[in-house]
C-alpha cells in the first residue's frame, strides 16, 4: 500500500475493549506501526507535546476536554497531525460537524474490518476520510439547502455536547468541571436545548438521543 514505515499512531478512547480492538486492526494494517493509547484528553494533550505523531484516532465524549478543544489543540502543538473521528454516533448528523470542526475524517465505530482499514488508509495516505454515507449527506445538503431531517440539528455544537453529557447522566457541576464553563452557564445551556427540542426531562432528552444517534 506504500504506507509510511514506523507510522506514529495515538488511540484516544475510555474504553479499554475499543483501544484493544482499533489496535489490533492497525497491527494487522500496519504491523510496524508504532502505537500509543490514552483515556481521555489530558493523556491526548500530554502525548502531543511530547511525542511527534502521525495519526490521532479518537472518541468524542472523553473526560477531561471536548473534541473542539482537541482539534484546535491538535492544529497549533502539531497541525501536520492528522486526526480520525472514531465514534458511535450518527454518522450523517455528527459526521459533517466534526469535519466542519477541523478534523480530518469521521469513522463509525460501527463499520466492518474493511472500512476501518479503507478509512485508515485514506487518513495515513491523504489525511482525509469521507465515508459514502456522509457523501451522500453533503450531496443532499447541496442540493436541498438542508441536512438531515432530526430535531438535533437545531442544536449548536455547544448544546449537542452538553445534550450528551446530560444523556449520560452526568450532574451539571460535573459536566462544568469537565467543559471548564460556570454551572450556571451549563444551566442556561440545558434550559435552551430543552426548549429548542420541546421537552422537559433528561429521558425525554434520552429518547431523542437515541433516536437520532442510532
Same mark, same amino acid.
Given at each position: 500500500?506504500?504506507?509510511?514505515?514506523?507510522?506514529?499512531?495515538?488511540?484516544?478512547?475510555?474504553?479499554?475493549?475499543?483501544?484493544?480492538?482499533?489496535?489490533?486492526?492497525?497491527?494487522?494494517?500496519?504491523?510496524?506501526?508504532?502505537?500509543?493509547?490514552?483515556?481521555?484528553?489530558?493523556?491526548?494533550?500530554?502525548?502531543?507535546?511530547?511525542?511527534?505523531?502521525?495519526?490521532?484516532?479518537?472518541?468524542?465524549?472523553?473526560?477531561?476536554?471536548?473534541?473542539?478543544?482537541?482539534?484546535?489543540?491538535?492544529?497549533?502543538?502539531?497541525?501536520?497531525?492528522?486526526?480520525?473521528?472514531?465514534?458511535?454516533?450518527?454518522?450523517?448528523?455528527?459526521?459533517?460537524?466534526?469535519?466542519?470542526?477541523?478534523?480530518?475524517?469521521?469513522?463509525?465505530?460501527?463499520?466492518?474490518?474493511?472500512?476501518?482499514?479503507?478509512?485508515?488508509?485514506?487518513?495515513?495516505?491523504?489525511?482525509?476520510?469521507?465515508?459514502?454515507?456522509?457523501?451522500?449527506?453533503?450531496?443532499?445538503?447541496?442540493?436541498?439547502?438542508?441536512?438531515?431531517?432530526?430535531? +438535533?440539528?437545531?442544536? =449548536?455544537?455547544?448544546?449537542?455536547?452538553?445534550? $450528551?453529557? /446530560?444523556? *449520560?447522566? %452526568?450532574?451539571?457541576?460535573? #459536566?462544568?468541571?469537565? +467543559?471548564?464553563?460556570? =454551572?450556571?452557564?451549563?444551566?442556561?445551556?440545558? $434550559?435552551? /436545548?430543552? *426548549?429548542? %427540542?420541546?421537552?422537559?426531562? #433528561?429521558?425525554?432528552?434520552?429518547?431523542?438521543?437515541?433516536?437520532?444517534?442510532?
Amino acid at each position: 500500500m506504500g504506507l509510511k514505515v514506523n507510522i506514529r499512531i495515538v488511540v484516544a478512547d475510555d474504553h479499554g475493549i475499543v483501544r484493544m480492538g482499533l489496535i489490533q486492526t492497525i497491527k494487522r494494517l500496519i504491523p510496524d506501526a508504532i502505537i500509543s493509547e490514552v483515556e481521555d484528553y489530558k493523556s491526548l494533550y500530554k502525548l502531543i507535546l511530547n511525542e511527534k505523531l502521525d495519526l490521532a484516532i479518537m472518541d468524542v465524549n472523553m473526560p477531561n476536554g471536548t473534541v473542539q478543544e482537541a482539534i484546535d489543540y491538535i492544529k497549533i502543538h502539531q497541525p501536520e497531525l492528522k486526526t480520525l473521528i472514531f465514534s458511535s454516533q450518527d454518522e450523517e448528523l455528527y459526521g459533517m460537524r466534526y469535519l466542519k470542526m477541523g478534523a480530518g475524517g469521521y469513522l463509525s465505530k460501527l463499520s466492518s474490518a474493511e472500512v476501518i482499514e479503507t478509512a485508515l488508509t485514506a487518513m495515513i495516505s491523504k489525511g482525509r476520510y469521507i465515508s459514502d454515507n456522509i457523501k451522500e449527506a453533503i450531496f443532499f445538503e447541496s442540493l436541498t439547502g438542508s441536512g438531515k431531517n432530526s430535531p +438535533l440539528e437545531a442544536l =449548536s455544537d455547544r448544546e449537542l455536547q452538553i445534550a $450528551n453529557k /446530560l444523556a *449520560e447522566g %452526568l450532574p451539571l457541576k460535573e #459536566i462544568s468541571n469537565q +467543559l471548564n464553563l460556570h =454551572s450556571s452557564t451549563i444551566s442556561t445551556y440545558k $434550559n435552551r /436545548l430543552f *426548549e429548542k %427540542l420541546k421537552i422537559r426531562s #433528561i429521558p425525554e432528552l434520552v429518547e431523542i438521543l437515541r433516536l437520532y444517534n442510532l
